[in-house]
C-alpha cells in the first residue's frame, strides 16, 4: 500500500516503534521485544515499513532520540526498511549490526529476561541470511551471509552457553547453529556445539525446553545417520518423534524420513499405513522389497528417489538394504525348498539362486552371486558355510537366518 | 656506572644540538649531555627508579654500560645536579641498586643550565636506564638478563629507540625497547600481549641496523633529545597499564610534561591550579617540591613533546588499547593539552608542521602518565620476570616482519617530524605553564569520581569508553572553570557507555591528528549505548578514509598494531631527513641534520631503495604543505574546543575534510609501500593484500623451471608467459623423465599460472595432466591438490574434462576419504548427463561393489576401468583383496582352490591378455600374497593348492606394509617413493617381515609368572616394543616392580625412535603386542599419556594364547630379548648373555591402548594464539568463545601431550 503518508504521520510512527522498543528495554518486556524485532517474519507492507519509507531520515530521527541505543536502532531501522522493500543483502548487514549491538548489550543484563528477543534475533537472522544468499545467489554474488549468521550465532552461543540461568536459551541457538550448518554443508561444525551441550555436568539435558530438545535430537540423530551409528540415530529420532508435538505433522513427517531408514537398517519395518499418514511414500517400494526380497524393486525404487534420497542423505542407508533383500530371498527359496524336498532342506545350489536373480533380470553371473553367499555368511546374515567345489549353500540346522534384533548390518 | 658520572655537564641546548652522538658500542666519547631521568617510584623504599640516560656529546666520553650504572649514575646525578636534583638522585640512590635521578616528574627538577648538562649526562644513563631498569629488575635474578642483552642489539622498530638512536644514543633505545616490553608485562594483563610482543620484537629486530645507525648518526643535534624524551612519553605509554592501580602516577607523568615545556619556568610557580599535585605527592614521596625545569631543557621538552606527537601516532595507539585498563587517563590528557598547545604555537614560527603536533599533544599526554605508574609500581618488575621468557619465544616471528613496516609509515611520519627541529630553538612560553592543568592540579574528588565512573565497567572496551567520557568531562569543566569548583563527589555518574565506538571517536577526533585516527578504526566496531556526540558521524567519515590507510599499514591483529606503532618510530630518521633536505626552514640546522639523517638512513641497512626515500621526501614536503593551512584551523579549534565542545567537533568537520587530502596522499604511499612488501610480510594479514596489485606478467622464456617455493615478490624476469608455458607441459608430456622431475616442473608451471593469475583451459590442463600423473605414481595428496584446484576452476564454467574428473572424484571419496557426507554431496551433485558417461557409471558401480562388499565386482570392474580409475582402485586393492579374504575365509569350508582366489581377487590378468603364462605368474603372484597374509595353504589329491579356510580364518593378518612410515604418511617415505615413481611397484606384502605391527593401540601387559619377580623389589622396570618399522619407542620406567594385578605407574616415555629397544636393566613388561594400524600423522609423536593410558595388567593364562610371555634363558636365567630374522621372517627370543634362541610362539610384543583421541584435548593458550608464526586454520571453533581461528602447535609440557590445538 503505498498510500501517500505524511511526513509527520511517518514521523510519528517510527517515533512510536522507536519508543516501544526503548519501553520494552527499560521495563525488561522479552516478549515485547521479540514481537518488535521480528523483521522477516512482518508482512511485506506494515505502517512502519510505509513510514521508513517515506521518511528516509529515520537513522537520524533514532540517533537524536535515543543516543543510547542508536547502536541498535538506527541498524535496525535500517534492516527493516531494507527488508520491506526487497534488499535482503543490504538488510541482513544492517540486522546484525543491530544484532551484534544487541547481544552485547545482552551480555550485560544479568537475568535472561530478554531470551525470547534473543531467539528472535536468532531466528530472524538466520532468515534473513538464507533470502540474502538466495538474493545474492541471483546477481551472481557469493552467497556468504548464512556462513556469517552462523559466526554470529556461534557467538550467541558462547554468550548463552555458560553457567547461569542464560544456558536454558541456548539449545535454541544451537539448534539454530544446526539449521545453518546443515544447509550449509558443514555439518563438522556441529560437534563443537554438541559437545558443549553434552558434556556439560551443570545443566540436565532435560532442563531445557522440550521444543529445543527435539529439534536438537533432530539433528543430532540425522548427524548420527551421516555416521552410520544407527543405534545412536535410532535413540534420538525416536527420542524426537516421542515428545514432538503430535500436532506438527511436517515435524513428524521429517523425524520419520530419517527414523524409517534408520528402523529398516536394523530390521524394523514400517506399516503401510504409516508411510501414507505422512506421505512417506517414497519408502513403500524399499519396504516391499525388504518384505519380498525383490532385488530389482529396491533398485528401482532407489533409482526413481534418487534425488530425492541423496538429497536428504539416506541413499547410502538404503543402498544398504541390498543385503538384507538377498538374505530375503534366499530366505524365501530356502523356506520353499524345505517344503518341495524336506530332506536337503538346509542345502541351496547355488544355481538356484542365481536362477531366481535371473528372475529378477538382476544380471549377475555365478561367481558374483557366490560372492554375495560369502558376504552374507561373513556378515552373520545366513548361519551355514559354502562349498566351493559343489557350489552349495549349507545353512545352519538352527536359525540360519538370525535376527537382527537392533543390530545393524 | 662509574662511566654514567663520568659525563660532562653541558649548559645549554644549543651545543646539544650541535653534539654528535655515538654508538654506544663504541667505547669511545659518548654523547655529551646525557641526562638522567629516572622516574623513582612513588614511595623511595624499594621501588626501583628508571634512569633515562640520553647520551649525547662526544665530549663527555661516557662509555655506558646500561646493566652495571645504574647505582653510579645516581650518584652522578647528585653529584652533578642542583639540590633539588640531588635530593631525587639520592632518592633513587638509596631506593635500589638501581637509582636514577628522579626524573622531573616526581621529583622537581630544578634544571639549570648547569644542571642541565648534569641532565644531560644523566640522559645518557636514563637510556641506558630503560634498559638499566630492566637490569634493576634483572638485579634481582639472572632471569632478567635476556632482556639487556636484547636492548644492547638495539631496537630499531621501537620508536622512541629510533628517534633515539638518531640522537645518537642507541643504547638507550634498546634499553627502552626491553624496559617498556618489560613494564607492559608488568602492567597489562590480557590484552597487553599485544605489546609484550611488539616490543620484545623490537628487542630482537636486527641489532645491525642499530650499530649501523649508531656509528653514522654522529652528528647528533638536539633533535635526538628530543626524541629522547619523546621516548620517554612512549615509554610512559607502555607503563601505562599499571597506572589502573595507581590513578595518581599517571598524573605525575603529566607534570613532568607541563614541566619540561615551560622552558626555564618553575612549573609550580607558574601554574596556577595545581590540582594535580595531589595524586602527585602521593605518588612521589621524596619529590614534594615543586618541579623546576632547567631553561635550557624546556626546549628539549618542548621537543620531546613534539617529537613525541609525531610518534604520538604509534604510542596512542597503543594508548588506546591499554587506556581501556587504565582508568586515570583522561583527567590527565586534560590537562596536558593546554600546555603542549603552547609549545606548539612557539613553534609555529618556527615550523610549518605544526598541525601535527598539536594534534599529538592529547594523546602524549595521555601517554605521560601511564609512564609514571609504570615506573612507579615495583610489582612490574617481579611480574615481567615471569613474561620475560615468554617474549623472546614469541619475538623471533615479529622481528623479521617489522623492518619492513616502518617503510611504511616513513610517508606518515614525514610531515610531524620537522617540527621537532624548529622547537628545539629555546622558547619562552609562559602561557604553556599557566595554561595547563597539569596533573597536580586534578582534584581528588575528581579523581574519585573517575573511579567510581571505571568501576562500572564491565570489561576493558568499557573502561577505555568510559576514560574517554571522563576525559571529555573534565575538558569541559577546565574549560568551565569548574574543575575545582565542582563537587565531584555529587557528580551523577555518566551512562555507562557500552562499547568503545564513542570513545575512540571522540577523543581521536578531536585531536584532529591523522595518526590518532589510525589508532582509533579497529575499535571502533563496537555498540555504544551511550548518547551519541554529534562529531561522530562526519568525523566517521573521515576516520573511515584513515583508517584505511592505517588499515594497510598496520595489520589487522593487535599485537601488530602495536608492532606497527614502533615502525613510525622507525621511519622518523627518513622523513626527517626528507624535510631537512627538501623543506629549509632551519638553515642553522639543516646541515647537520641532513647528514646527520642521511647517514643514518644509509647506515641502517634497511632495504629502502633510492626510490622510495624520493618518494618519502616527495610526500613529506607535499604533506608538509598541505599541513601548514590546517594548521592554524586546527589550533583555532583547539582553543575553542575548551569552550563548547560542540562547535569544536564542528570545527573538526573541517579540518577533516582538508586533511581528506592528506589521507588520499597516504593512502596512495601505503599501497605502493604495500605492494613491494606484501609478500615479505608473512604476517600480514591475507585480506589486507592487495593481489590485483601484486599480479604481475612474466617475461621468463625458459622452458624447463623447477619448482622453489616463493619467499618475495614474484619477479617478472623469473615467471613464465602464458605461451611459454603451454610450451612447457607439452614438454613435461613428452618427457621421459620420472615423476619426481615431472611434478617439480609440474608444480612450477602451476605457480607461474598462479602468480599471474592467469585461469583458463591452459590450467585446467596443467591441473588435469599433473593430477592424472600423480594418479599413476600413486601421489595422493598431489592429486587431492589438483583435484581441489580443478573442482573450482570446473565450476568457473572453464572447460576439461570434467567427467573424467569427477569419477576420479567419486571414486577418491569412496575409497579413500570414506566420508559419507562428502560422498553424499558429490553423488548429488552429479548431472543427468554426468550419470551417463562411462567414467562415472564406473565409479558408480565401484561404490555400490565397495558399499556391499561385492568383491568379484570389484575386481571385474578394476579390469575393465575405464581412463586411470584403475590407478585410484590401485590404491584401494589391497584392502578390498584382504576383506575378500577374510569374507572368504569364514563363509567357505572346507577349502578353496588359489586359482580360483587368485581369479576372483584379480591376480590374473586374463581379461587383457589371457595367455598361460600371464596366469602361472598370477598364481605365483596370488599364492606369494595369501601367504604373506598368513593363509594357511595346503596340496589336495590333485596336487592343486588348496586354502584351507578355517585354518586361514584365525590367522590371517594385514602384514605391516613395507612402505610404512614413522608419519603414516607413505608418501615420506623418500626410498619407496623413488623406487615407485620408477615404475617399480612394490606391493605391499611382497617381502612380509616377521614382526609385530606397531600402531596405535592399546598398551597391555601380562604380567607373567616372573621367576625372580620377588627380587625385583624396586628395580625398574621398562617395557618396550620390537617391531620392524615401529614409527615410535615407548620405554617405560616404573617406580617399582608392579604386582601381579596391579596397574603400574608409569613414569616416563621417549618417544620418536624408529627401532624400539629393550634396555638391559630394565625388566621388560612384555609380552609387548602392537596392533592395529597407523592412522593418523599424529601417530608420529605417538605419546602415552600416563594419565589417560589405562595399563592393563593381565593374567597370564587369559592371554596366554595371543600373548607371548616374558621369557628367561634356560641356561643362564637372564632375560630373552626379542630378535628377529628378516629372512625366514621369524621372532626368536634371543639371550644376550649366551648364545641361547628360541623361536617365539606368538609375534606379538606389545599392545598399546590408546584411550583418548588427540583432537579432543583442547586447550585455550593465550600466548601462543598470538604468536604469527604458527600455522592457522579457521575450520574450528572455540568451544568457549566461539572465535573461529585456531593455531596448531605441539603441546610439549611434560613431552607427553598429544599435538593439541589451541584456539584463540
Known amino acids: 500500500m503505498a498510500a501517500y503518508l505524511s511526513m509527520g504521520e511517518a514521523h510519528r510512527r517510527i517515533g512510536d516503534y522507536l519508543s516501544r522498543v526503548t519501553n520494552a528495554i527499560s521495563y525488561s518486556d522479552g516478549a515485547a521485544l521479540a514481537s518488535l524485532l521480528s523483521v522477516s517474519s512482518a508482512p511485506a507492507s506494515t505502517p512502519l515499513s510505509d513510514a521508513l519509507a517515506a521518511f528516509p531520515d529515520f537513522p537520524r530521527l533514532a540517533g537524536d532520540r535515543f543516543p543510547h541505543l542508536a547502536d541498535f536502532l538506527v541498524p535496525l531501522l535500517r534492516a527493516i526498511h531494507s527488508h520491506s522493500i526487497q534488499r535482503f543483502a543490504d538488510a541482513y548487514s544492517s540486522f546484525e549490526k543491530a544484532s551484534n549491538a544487541f547481544l552485547q548489550e545482552f551480555r550485560n543484563w544479568e537475568t535472561p529476561w530478554a531470551m525470547e528477543a534473543m531467539h528472535t534475533v536468532a531466528l530472524e537472522i538466520r532468515l534473513i541470511a538464507e533470502k540474502a544468499d538466495r538474493e545474492l545467489a541471483t546477481n551472481g554474488k557469493n552467497p556468504d551471509k548464512l556462513q556469517a549468521a552462523g559466526s554470529f550465532l556461534m557467538k550467541v552461543f558462547g554468550t548463552l552457553a555458560v553457567k547461569g540461568p542464560k544456558r536454558i536459551g541456548a539449545l535454541y541457538v544451537s539448534c539454530q547453529l544446526f539449521k545453518i550448518y546443515f544447509r550449509l554443508g558443514t555439518v563438522n561444525l556441529c560437534r563443537s556445539v554438541i559437545r558443549s551441550i553434552e558434556t556439560a555436568r551443570n545443566f540436565d539435558f532435560e532442563d531445557f525446553p522440550v521444543k529445543d530438545k527435539v529439534t536438537y535430537m533432530y539433528y543430532t540423530g540425522r548427524l548420527e545417520v551421516f555416521n552410520e551409528n544407527f543405534l545412536v540415530a535410532d535413540q534420538k529420532l525416536t527420542y524426537a518423534l516421542m515428545h514432538c508435538n503430535p500436532q506438527s505433522q511436517s515435524n513428524l513427517r521429517r523425524i520419520l524420513k530419517f527414523l524409517i531408514p534408520v528402523k529398516l ?145 | 656506572m662509574a662511566s654514567h658520572g663520568a659525563g660532562a655537564a653541558d649548559g645549554s641546548d644549543a651545543p646539544h644540538a650541535e653534539v654528535v652522538s655515538m654508538g654506544q658500542t663504541n667505547p669511545s666519547p659518548y654523547p655529551l649531555s646525557s641526562s638522567h631521568h629516572s ?62 635521578v628522579p626524573y622531573s616528574s616526581s621529583a622537581q627538577h630544578v634544571y639549570n643550565p648547569v644542571e642541565y648538562a648534569n641532565y644531560y649526562y644523566s640522559y645518557p644513563q636514563a637510556t641506558n636506564d630503560s634498559s638499566v631498569q630492566q637490569g634493576a629488575n634483572q638485579h634481582p635474578g639472572a632471569a632478567y638478563q635476556p632482556l639487556t642483552s636484547f636492548q644492547n642489539s638495539g631496537s630499531y622498530i621501537d620508536p622512541t629507540s629510533n628517534t633515539y638512536y638518531n640522537a645518537g644514543g642507541h643504547q638507550t633505545v634498546p634499553g627502552y625497547g626491553s624496559s617498556s616490553y618489560y613494564y607492559q608485562n608488568n602492567t597489562w594483563n590480557g590484552g597487553s600481549t599485544g605489546n609484550n610482543f611488539a616490543q620484545s620484537y623490537q628487542n630482537y629486530s636486527s641489532s645491525d641496523t642499530n650499530a649501523q645507525q649508531s656509528s653514522t648518526s654522529v652528528p647528533a643535534n638536539s633533535l635526538p633529545y628530543q626524541q629522547q624524551y619523546n621516548q620517554w612519553p612512549y615509554y610512559y605509554n607502555q607503563s601505562v597499564p599499571s597506572a589502573s592501580s595507581n590513578p595518581v602516577a599517571g598524573n605525575s607523568t603529566t607534570d613532568n610534561l607541563a614541566v619540561n615545556t615551560p622552558s626555564g619556568y618553575s612549573y609550580p610557580s607558574s601554574q596556577p591550579p595545581p590540582p594535580g599535585t595531589t595524586s602527585w605527592k602521593s605518588n612521589s614521596v621524596a619529590s614534594a617540591a615543586p618541579p623546576m625545569q632547567v631553561p635550557g631543557h624546556q626546549n628539549q621538552y618542548a621537543n620531546q613533546a613534539e617529537g613525541h606527537y609525531n610518534q604520538g601516532p604509534s604510542v596512542q595507539w597503543s594508548q588506546n588499547h591499554y587506556a581501556y585498563q587504565t582508568q586515570p587517563y583522561p583527567q590527565k590528557t586534560n590537562s596536558n593539552h593546554p600546555q603542549l598547545s603552547n609549545p606548539e604555537d612557539q613553534q609555529k614560527t618556527v615550523d610549518s608542521n605544526g598541525p601535527s603536533t598539536n594534534l599529538s599533544s592529547n594523546h602524549v599526554s595521555e601517554n605521560f602518565k601511564p609512564n609514571l605508574q609504570g615506573s612507579v609500581t615495583m610489582d612490574n618488575s617481579s611480574e615481567s620476570k615471569i613474561q620475560v621468557p615468554i617474549n623472546p619465544r614469541i619475538a623471533p616471528g615479529f622481528s623479521m616482519v617489522m623492518p619492513k613496516n616502518e617503510k611504511k609509515n616513513s610517508g606518515l611520519d614525514l610531515s610531524k617530524k620537522p617540527a621537532y627541529v624548529s622547537v628545539s630553538m629555546p622558547t619562552n612560553d609562559a602561557k604553556a605553564t599557566q595554561v595547563g592543568p597539569d596533573a597536580r592540579s586534578i582534584p581528588f574528588s575528581l579523581r574519585n569520581y573517575a573511579t567510581r565512573n571505571l568501576n562500572r565497567c564491565k570489561n576493558d572496551a568499557q573502561r577505555a569508553a568510559c576514560r574517554s567520557i571522563m576525559e571529555e568531562i573534565t575538558k569541559k569543566a577546565f574549560a568551565e572553570g569548574t574543575l575545582l569548583t565542582k563537587n565531584w563527589d555529587t557528580e551523577p555518574l555518566f551512562p555507562l557507555p557500552e562499547s568503545v565506538v564513542g570513545m575512540t571517536g571522540t577523543s581521536s577526533v578531536n585531536n584532529l591528528s591523522p595518526f590518532s585516527s589510525v589508532s582509533t578504526p579497529r575499535k571502533r566496531v563496537k555498540s555504544r549505548w551511550e548518547p551519541v556526540v554529534d562529531e561522530n558521524v562526519t568525523n566517521k567519515v573521515e576516520q573511515i578514509a584513515k583508517g584505511l590507510i592505517s588499515s594497510n599499514i598496520h595489520s589487522t591483529l593487535d599485537p601488530k598494531n602495536r608492532m606497527g606503532s614502533s615502525w613510525d618510530h622507525g621511519k622518523f630518521l627518513q622523513s626527517r631527513e626528507a624535510l631537512s633536505n627538501k623543506v629549509n626552514q632551519r638553515p642553522a640546522k639543516k646541515q647537520k641534520m641532513g647528514s646527520n639523517l642521511s647517514q643514518i638512513q644509509n647506515g641502517s641497512a634497511s632495504s629502502d631503495s633510492e626510490k622510495e626515500h624520493d618518494l618519502t621526501t616527495y610526500y613529506a614536503s607535499a604533506t608538509a604543505l598541505a599541513n601548514s593551512p590546517e594548521e592554524k584551523k586546527r589550533r583555532e579549534h583547539r582553543s575553542k574546543r575548551f569552550e563548547k565542545s560542540k562547535d569544536s567537533s564542528l570545527k573538526s568537520k573541517n579540518t577533516s575534510a582538508n586533511s581528506d587530502a592528506l589521507a588520499s596522499l597516504r593512502l596512495r604511499r601505503a599501497i605502493s609501500s604495500l605492494r613491494t612488501r606484501t609478500y615479505e610480510e608473512g604476517t600480514l594479514a591475507v585480506e589486507d593484500m592487495n593481489w590485483d596489485a601484486l599480479t604481475i606478467k612474466g617475461t621468463c622464456q625458459e622452458i624447463e623451471k623447477g619448482y622453489l617455493r616463493l619467499t618475495g615478490a614474484p619477479e617478472p624476469a623469473k615467471v613464465r608467459p602464458e605461451d611459454v608455458l603451454e ?250 617413493f623413488l623406487a615407485r615413481t620408477d615404475g617399480h611397484v612394490k606391493r605391499p606384502g611382497e617381502q612380509r617381515k616377521q614382526t609385530s605391527t606397531l600402531a596405535v593401540g592399546t598398551v597391555s601387559c601380562t604380567l607373567p609368572a616372573w621367576p625372580n619377580v620377588a627380587a625385583a623389589g624396586t628395580r625398574a622396570g621398562g617395557g618396550t616394543t620390537t617391531s620392524a618399522n615401529a614409527p615410535t619407542q615407548t620405554s617405560y620406567c616404573l617406580s617399582r616392580h608392579p604386582r601381579p594385578g596391579e596397574t603400574p605407574r608409569l613414569h616416563a616415555a621417549a618417544v620418536g625412535d624408529s627401532r624400539l629397544r629393550l634396555r638391559r636393566h630394565c625388566l621388560v613388561l612384555a609380552p609387548i603386542q602392537v596392533t592395529s594400524n597407523l592412522k593418523s600423522a599424529i601417530s608420529c609423536c605417538w605419546v602415552i599419556d600416563t594419565l589417560n593410558v589405562e595399563h592393563k595388567w593381565l593374567e597370564e593364562d587369559t592371554t596366554a594364547a595371543t600373548m607371548s610371555t616374558m621369557k628367561f634363558c634356560c641356561e643362564c636365567n637372564n632375560i630373552l630379548y626379542p630378535k628377529e630374522d628378516r629372512d625366514r621372517r621369524t621372532l626368536f627370543f634371543a639371550c644376550r648373555n649366551c648364545e641361547h634362541q628360541e623361536v617365539s610362539d606368538n609375534n606379538c610384543v606389545y599392545r598399546n591402548e590408546v584411550h583418548h583421541t588427540a583432537g579432543e584435548r583442547t586447550r585455550v593458550l593465550q600466548d601462543v594464539a598470538s604468536d604469527p608464526t604458527l600455522p592457522r586454520t579457521k575450520t574450528v571453533r572455540c568451544t568457549v568463545c566461539g572465535h573461529g581461528e585456531a593455531v596448531f602447535f605441539q603441546y610439549l609440557s611434560y613431552m607427553l601431550r598429544p599435538a593439541s590445538i589451541s584456539l584463540t
Not at chain 1, 534418487?306 to 530366505?331: I, N, P
Not at chain 1, 538356484?352 to 554375495?372: F, G, N, S, T
Not at chain 2, 662509555?63 to 638522585?89: E, F, I, T
Not at chain 2, 603364462?917 to 595353504?937: F, I, P, R, S
Open chain 2, 39 to 100: 622516574w623513582s617510584s612513588a614511595t623511595g623504599s624499594a621501588t626501583v627508579s628508571w634512569n633515562n640516560t640520553v647520551d649525547k656529546l662526544s665530549q663527555d666520553t661516557v662509555y655506558y654500560d646500561p646493566q652495571r650504572d645504574v647505582s653510579v649514575s645516581g650518584g652522578n646525578h647528585n653529584v652533578g645536579s642542583s639540590a633539588p636534583l640531588v635530593a631525587q638522585s639520592s632518592m633513587g640512590m638509596t631506593d635500589a641498586a638501581h637509582s636514577h
Open chain 1, 265 to 409: 537398517s536394523i530390521g524394523v519395518l514400517p506399516k503401510r499405513t504409516l508411510l501414507e499418514r505422512y506421505n512417506l511414500l517414497e519408502y513403500a517400494d524399499v519396504v516391499t522389497a525388504l518384505k519380498r526380497g525383490d532385488l530389482r524393486l529396491l533398485r528401482q525404487a532407489l533409482d526413481k528417489h534418487e534425488d530425492q534420497f541423496l538429497k536428504s542423505g539416506v541413499y547410502l542407508v538404503l543402498e544398504k538394504l541390498e543385503l538384507k533383500v538377498y538374505q530375503r530371498l534366499v530366505k524365501k527359496i530356502h523356506i520353499i525348498q524345505r517344503q518341495k524336498e524336506p530332506a536337503k532342506a538346509h542345502q541351496i545350489k547355488l544355481d538356484v539362486v542365481v536362477r531366481a536373480l535371473k528372475w529378477l533380470e538382476i544380471d549377475m553371473d555365478v561367481d558374483e552371486v557366490e560372492c554375495i553367499m560369502a558376504c552374507l555368511i561373513y556378515k552373520n546374515l545366513i548361519k551355514g558355510y559354502f562349498a566351493h567345489k559343489s557350489k552349495v549353500l549349507v545353512l545352519s540346522k538352527q536359525d540360519p537366518f538370525p535376527k537382527l534384533n537392533g543390530k545393524p548390518v
Open chain 2, 727 to 976: 610450451k612447457a607441459l607439452a614438454m613435461v608430456e613428452t618427457s621421459q623423465k620420472n615423476y619426481l622431475y615431472k611434478c617439480d616442473q609440474l608444480k612450477s608451471i602451476r605457480q607461474d599460472l598462479t602468480v599471474q593469475r592467469i585461469q583458463n583451459e591452459l590450467t585446467v590442463k596443467v591441473y588435469e595432466t599433473h593430477a592424472r600423473l600423480a594418479m599413476q605414481a600413486g601421489d595422493l595428496p598431489e592429486f587431492n591438490q589438483c583435484q581441489s584446484q580443478l573442482k573450482r576452476l570446473y565450476a568457473q564454467g572453464i572447460k576439461g574434462c570434467y567427467f573424467e574428473f569427477s569419477a576420479y572424484n567419486l571414486l577418491c571419496v569412496m575409497l579413500h576419504s570414506n566420508n559419507k557426507r562428502d560422498l553424499l554431496s558429490s553423488m548429488a551433485s552429479l548431472s543427468k548427463e554426468a550419470k551417463q558417461d562411462a567414467a562415472v557409471k564406473h565409479a558408480l558401480a565401484v561404490h555400490a561393489s565397495v558399499l556391499s562388499g561385492n568383491y568379484v565386482l570389484f575386481f571385474k570392474l578394476y579390469k575393465k576401468a575405464p581412463n586411470l580409475n584403475s590407478c585410484l582402485m590401485d590404491l584401494y586393492v589391497e584392502r578390498m583383496r584382504f576383506e575378500a579374504m577374510k569374507c572368504m575365509s569364514r563363509s567357505y569350508r572346507p577349502t578353496v582352490p588359489v586359482g580360483y582366489v587368485a581369479q576372483i581377487l584379480g591376480f590374473l590378468r586374463t581379461d587383457t591378455e589371457g595367455c598361460a603364462t600371464n596366469e602361472d605368474d598370477g598364481l605365483e603372484e596370488c599364492e606369494k600374497w595369501l601367504k604373506a597374509h598368513g593363509a594357511v595353504l595346503s596340496e589336495d589329491n590333485s596336487g592343486e593348492l588348496q586354502i584351507d579356510m578355517k585354518a586361514s580364518s584365525s590367522t590371517l593378518y594385514m602384514p605391516e606394509p613395507e612402505d610404512a612410515v614413522a608419519h603414516g604418511d607413505a608418501s615420506l617415505a623418500v626410498d619407496d
